[in-house]
């Protein structure tokens, strides 16, 4: 059997009936595009408290988790799928059941029953250098704990970079799973946050970090 183009499963995505057939006409298409190597990038909408959360997975992990748009400070769903396209693969597909572990643990995340992400990351977003040693930092605080801007540059190997140690967290493409908002000012103030200060803090309460 000839592997299924991209513009065939575009036209069996459109011609998908409803309901439960839906749901069955999906699982085999999705099954029959990733037997073909159609996915290299796996998406899905997850609930939140803040709002919509967009998390994408390849087959090395979790790549990308956009956070609720914030006073224009997000990326759109779909500037963050042109993102993905561009710089991971542009085989881009929405595909909530190969998400299903991702999204259970955030939801336990959220209600406070899970302190730890068991979840693989892909890091292929986190670009080289001084900004990937920052991010490979960040994700060691343990839940619960903070870290100050200057602990994770002193970490990521130049402890007077606490400038671009806050724009490394800045442009985290991971935010919770790799935990951003657990790194604050020293001078105790929460900083920045993709989500907005008001999420951080909300983190940080959940995680009884303040």
């Not at 803040?50 to 990326?75: I, M, N, S, Y």
């Not at 960040?138 to 704990?145: K, L, M, N, T």
Request: hydrophobic share 40%; aromatic share 6%; net charge positive.
């Amino acid at each position: 059997m000839n592997p299924m183009t991209d513009k065939q499963l575009e036209r069996m995505l459109r011609k998908a009936p409803s309901g439960a057939d839906l749901d069955r006409a999906m699982e085999g298409v999705l099954a029959r595009a990733e037997r073909d190597g159609l996915i290299d990038v796996a998406y899905a909408a997850v609930d939140s408290p803040f709002g919509k959360l967009l998390v994408a997975r390849t087959d090395r992990g979790v790549v990308r988790l956009a956070l609720p748009k914030h006073r224009g400070a997000q990326q759109s769903e779909d500037e963050v799928l042109e993102d993905l396209a561009r710089f991971v693969s542009p085989r881009v597909l929405e595909a909530p059941q190969r998400l299903d572990d991702e999204r259970r643990e955030l939801e336990a995340y959220f209600e406070g029953k899970r302190h730890h992400f068991d979840l693989p990351v892909d890091w292929s977003l986190t670009g080289p250098g001084f900004r990937s040693r920052a991010l490979h930092a960040v994700a060691r605080i343990p839940y619960g704990q903070t870290r100050t801007y200057g602990e994770i540059a002193k970490q990521a190997g130049n402890a007077r970079a606490f400038r671009a140690a806050g724009t490394a967290c800045g442009r985290n493409p991971i935010p919770l799973i790799v935990p951003c908002h657990r790194v604050v000012q020293s001078g105790g103030g929460v900083g920045n946050y993709g989500g907005g200060p008001e999420m951080k803090r909300a983190l940080l309460d959940l995680e009884g970090a303040l």
